[in-house]
T-cell receptor, first 108, second 114 residues
Framework: AQRVTQPEKLLSVFKGAPVELKCNYS??????LFWYVQYSRQRLQLLLR??SRESIKGFTADLNKGETSFHLKKPFAQEEDSAMYYC??????????FGPGTRLSVLP | DGGITQSPKYLFRKEGQNVTLSCEQN?????MYWYRQDPGQGLRLIYY???????QKGDIAEGYSVSREKKESFPLTVTSAQKNPTAFYLC?????????????FGSGTRLTVV
């Protein structure tokens, strides 16, 4: 069965500090992993996907198949990064499964 | 703010009433989805449709119904059988369910039972 866990409901960091939002998954095949973000009063939107190996807004995420993790990282958090972050998994030909989300709060 | 539109933004329903939430997209996407978002539970899939005139139940379909008569439209009806309908509902679409593309989400409808 597909499952995504995000152990932290809320993560607070100070501006300029590094941030890591954890995501672990369970899936028997080769999944595709995504991070979605929802800023206050905005719609949920795709932040990045592991297949692109890109950095968006300073965020990166590496798929670690050995640890079944896809943690989201940023070296220096900004106040505008405060948002709700969802990790999502998609198996081949299947729908997305979303984690419960982590609310990131970047303090001034 | 085009792409995928949900209406209304806020909806109030009395106990025992059915209500229909609208979702329209002009992205020419084949697949459309309905999710329910509750605090601490993330997004849970209600129904999805990969092609016109076809749809499948998601994880929490009980008390809901959908139709897909047109590619652009995927309305969700919350029936009186849904025990706890107060929630934030999100519609999404994607090019196809098989590729690795992400979803495009609507801005959501907040339904409150009064």
């Amino acid at each position: 069965a597909q499952r995504v866990t995000q152990p932290e409901k809320l993560l607070s960091v100070f501006k300029g500090a590094p941030v890591e939002l954890k995501c672990n998954y369970s899936y028997s095949g080769s999944p595709e992993l995504f991070w979605y973000v929802q800023y206050s009063r905005q719609r949920l939107q795709l932040l990045l996907r592991h297949i692109s190996r890109e950095s968006i807004k300073g965020f990166t995420a590496d798929l670690n198949k050995g640890e079944t993790s896809f943690h989201l990282k940023k070296p220096f958090a900004q106040e505008e990064d405060s948002a709700m972050y969802y990790c999502a998994l998609r198996g081949y030909g299947q729908n997305f499964v979303f984690g419960p989300g982590t609310r990131l709060s970047v303090l001034p | 703010d085009g792409g995928i539109t949900q209406s209304p933004k806020y909806l109030f329903r009395k106990e025992g009433q059915n209500v229909t939430l609208s979702c329209e997209q002009n992205l020419n996407h084949d697949a459309m989805y309905w999710y329910r978002q509750d605090p601490g539970q993330g997004l849970r899939l209600i129904y999805y449709s990969q092609i016109v005139n076809d749809f499948q139940k998601g994880d929490i379909a009980e008390g809901y119904s959908v139709s897909r008569e047109k590619k652009e439209s995927f309305p969700l009806t919350v029936t009186s059988a849904q025990k706890n309908p107060t929630a934030f509902y999100l519609c999404a679409s994607s090019i196809a369910s098989i590729t690795g593309n992400g979803y495009t989400f609507g801005s959501g409808t907040r339904l409150t039972v009064v």
